[in-house]
């Protein structure tokens, strides 16, 4: 009988042989992608413990497909059931720009208070990537998923809001924004700095990786990006201080055994760091707006966001693809299904069953070996032949 995965009175994640997952197949790629994933885990689950564990899909819905059903993109009963079963996957949703609604992605996140955005990259054998050397990029982003400029505090240029909020400003400290400008804010505070690191800590820690740096761009906006630092710092000093030290105390001949490096980069700097010097980097924590441009950038480094995985984790999870809904290849059964897949993969990690997410690791690396690969691949790499997302997955179960 399929169970709910619930915490015990220890705070501990409980964790069924026949849990029920929630899923939202999402917009556009999301339904052949979401179907893609199922066949892996579900063959990898099976091949792995031999009936004794199972998954129960759920649907629940979001995005359009919730429009056409319940008349709302995204209905209060999907966001009870995400706290309800506490582990969940979803496809792409999409979100229009410059006006319309609320990206459902980020109202999700902030609903259900998923506080930390975790993206692995890594590279595959055998990916095309555009630089000479892409399997010495492996990091882990904690990317602040809460505050920042993404919390959707804003204005329109020109709306009543706007006006006062600048005139506000303009009167009381001595500021002179044009009038007519629209306005956004960017709160970040030392809770959810603090929290965030703390989970990229504990995690540096479980995975016995090497460093931490923490990326910014303090030296212009020094009291929310340079605050994120200096908090980040202090979550380190005051809760980890056996575990960790600062790069700057580090000294010539010192015993680092045992010991977390932390750095800091501003993240310009950053973003050149990544492609210059890879191999220095391992965890990285990041505010909002930064992380996302970040780990896209880091994606493309290692062959693209096709094979980009993602979660979003607080006291709930909910893991998702990185990339959107990819709408011209919508219904197509075309697109590249590994980011889910991965996701997917990030997700069973996350239940405690690592046989089966290693199993489908390298049931990966060896389909992607052999050249039968989706188009976005197939395009990059000499003598592959093209397969269809559906045919990837059934792959990747042969492989197994
Ligand atoms: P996108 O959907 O990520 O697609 C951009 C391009 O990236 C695609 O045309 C394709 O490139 C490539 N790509 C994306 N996913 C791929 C995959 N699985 N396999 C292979 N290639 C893939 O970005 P977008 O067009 O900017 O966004 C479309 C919608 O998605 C927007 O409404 C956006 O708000 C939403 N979105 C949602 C999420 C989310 O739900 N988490 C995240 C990002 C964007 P080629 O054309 O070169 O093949």
Redesign the pocket.
Known sequence: MPEKIYYNDKNELVVPDNPYIPFIE????GPD?TAAMKIVIDGAIAKTYNGTKKIEWLEIFAGEKAKTKFDTFLPEETIQAAKDYIVSI????????GGGMR?L?VTLRQRLDLFACVRPVRYFEGVPAPVKHPEKLNVLIYRENTEDLYAGIEWEAGTFEAKKVIAFINDNFNKSILIESGIGIKPMSEFATRRLMRMALKATIRLGRKSVTIVHKGNIMKYTEGAFAKWAYLEAEENFKNETIKEKDITSGMDLKGKIIIKDRIADAMFQQILLRPDEYDILVTPNLNGDYLSDAAAAQVG???MAPGANIGKYAMF??????????AGLDK?????LILSAVMMLEFLGWTEAAVKITAAIQKTIAQKTV???LARQMEGATEIKCSEFAKKIVENL
């Not at 999402?26 to 790629?29: A, H, L």
């Not at 998702?320 to 290849?329: C, F, L, Q, S, V």
């Open positions: 999402g917009d556009g790629i992608i979803k496809g792409p949703l999409s979100t229009p720009v990206s992605n693209g966001l096709g998702e693809a990185t990339h959107g809904t990819a709408p011209k290849y697109i590249n299904p590994g980011s989706t188009y976005d």
